[in-house]
Structures are given as structure tokens and as C-alpha cells.
Nanobody, 130 residues
């Protein structure tokens, strides 16, 4: 059974930085798609960033140039470096994964379709104050 555990959330002032981590356990697959989603108060969950084992990445327009994904340990550790944080980045951030080849991809790019991701972490709160 795959388990995802997020860490690194917290409270920062606008302009600050945080790095979220997601550690996966309980699997031995070589292909993967990993992603970060977030849910702000009163809003639907939305995709933030995703990466496939081929190295293809996708970022939401709202975070491009500020957030950066990285992967270590053959996909078992996923990071989200968040710089220049804004109050509108306040949300619960969820790590998600799927291990079927191409499952999260369309036209060579990951898609933010949460129904394609089979495993989810419990979420970590990020609060950005102005």
C-alpha cells in the first residue's frame, strides 16, 4: 500500500519561502507521476505542479517562476520549493501520485486531473500573511 507523507508547511509573510516535502513508501514502481494540489478556504482543489518520471513538468500559471519541483530517490521524495509567496497561496497542500505509465499525461505533459492520481497525502497547511 502506497503511503504519502507531506511536511514543510507553516506560516510565512508575503515574499517569504517554504519548501514542502512528500515522502512515498510502500511501492517499487519505476514509473510515476507526482503532483502537488492545493485547496484554499472556500475553493475547489486545484493543481499546482506535477512531474512525470520522464522529467516532463507542468506548473499552474499562478505559480510559474515562483515554485519549483524536484524529485529524489527515484520518485520516493518530491519537493516543492515555494518562493515569493503571496497571501493567495494560502491553502492546504496535498501530495499525489500515480504509478501507471502515462496515466497523468496528455500530449507529453502532466495534467491536473485529480482523478488520475490514485494516492494522496494528508495535506500540509501553508499560510501566507500580508
Amino acid at each position: 500500500q502506497v503511503q504519502l507523507v507531506e511536511s514543510g508547511g507553516g506560516s510565512v509573510q508575503a515574499g517569504g519561502s517554504l519548501r514542502l516535502s512528500c515522502t512515498a513508501s510502500g511501492y517499487t514502481y519505476s514509473t510515476y507521476c507526482l503532483g502537488w494540489f492545493r485547496r484554499a478556504p472556500g475553493k475547489a482543489r486545484e493543481g499546482v505542479a506535477a512531474i512525470d518520471s520522464s522529467g516532463a513538468t507542468k506548473y499552474a500559471d499562478s505559480v510559474k517562476g515562483r515554485f519549483t519541483l524536484s524529485v529524489e530517490n527515484a520518485g520516493k521524495t518530491l519537493y516543492l520549493q515555494m518562493n515569493s509567496l503571496k497571501p493567495e497561496d494560502t491553502a492546504v497542500y496535498y501530495c499525489a501520485s500515480v504509478y501507471l505509465p502515462g496515466r497523468c499525461m496528455e500530449n507529453g505533459v502532466p495534467v491536473f486531473d485529480e482523478y488520475r492520481f490514485g494516492y494522496w497525502g494528508q495535506g500540509t497547511q501553508v499560510t501566507v500573511s500580508s
